[in-house]
């Protein structure tokens, strides 16, 4: 089955205290991003990544890092996480960039930093 | 830069009934695309139809349907016979056809509809 998956699904941690949210896609797709919801704001894109090691920031990404080693992962990293990250982040990827190719979202992760 | 606007909040129909959510976006190009995604309370993100700018035809999924009016930059998604099932947030969303930073999806607010039984 053609899936993106993210683990965790919920997180509640700490300022301050490092975490990794794993993104990974079984479709073979070039393209992968995050984004971030918020009540109010729709949801917003913080980092893309348009093949493996070609990374690049989308409109949110101060607090966050991404890494593309492979084709099928693609994690956010919070090193220093802050109450103001607290959010629904959702991981998407897509077959190519540029085109109408449907953006397939993971099922998303509810972080809580307190 | 790409804006797309959701002006209604929160919208409500009767089980059975026709609706239709608004979306008005701005852009300065010519060629690009427009999705409506649903995202019930599961909080998964489901492509409800999508629209390519160059098509005149309106995009129709069975009981979803869009009325794509480029001049005036609105693409408003109409629900027919509405069901339990369909309440959601909604949210419209714009997509470049230019690779990069462009290739990102552009979302509007949302919209929370309800159905009444």
């Known amino acids: 089955e053609a899936q993106v998956t993210q683990n965790p699904r919920y997180l509640i941690t700490v300022t301050g205290k490092k975490l990794t949210v794993t993104c990974s896609q079984n479709?073979?797709?070039?393209?992968m991003s995050w984004y971030r919801q918020d009540p109010g704001l729709g949801l917003r894109q913080i980092y893309y990544?348009?093949?493996?090691?070609?990374?690049d920031k989308g409109d949110v990404p101060e607090g966050y890092k991404v890494s593309r080693k492979e084709k099928r992962n693609f994690p956010l990293i919070l090193e220093s996480p802050s109450p103001n990250q607290t959010s629904l982040y959702f991981c998407?990827?897509?077959?190519?960039?540029?085109?109408?190719?449907?953006?397939?979202f993971g099922p998303g992760t509810r972080l809580t930093v307190t | 830069a790409q804006t797309v606007t959701q002006s209604q909040p929160e919208m409500s129909v009767q089980e059975a009934e026709t609706v239709t959510l608004s979306c008005t976006y701005d852009?300065?190009?010519?060629?690009?695309?427009l999705f409506w995604y649903k995202q019930p309370p599961s909080r998964q993100m489901i492509l409800v139809i999508r629209q390519e700018a160059y098509k005149q035809q309106n995009a129709t999924e069975n009981r979803f349907s869009v009325n794509f009016q480029k001049a005036a930059k609105s693409f408003s998604l109409k629900i027919s016979d509405s069901q339990l099932g369909d309440a959601a947030m909604y949210f419209c969303?714009?997509?470049?056809?230019?690779?990069?930073?462009?290739?990102?999806?552009?979302f509007g607010k949302g919209i929370t509809l309800s159905v009444r039984p």
């Open positions: 998407a990827s897509s077959e190519r960039t540029g085109v109408s190719y449907e953006q397939y």
């Open positions: 852009t300065s190009e010519s060629d690009y695309y």
């Open positions: 990544s348009m093949n493996v090691e070609v990374t």
């Open positions: 969303a714009y997509r470049s056809p230019y690779t990069g930073a462009n290739s990102k999806l552009t």
């Open positions: 479709m073979n797709h070039e393209y």
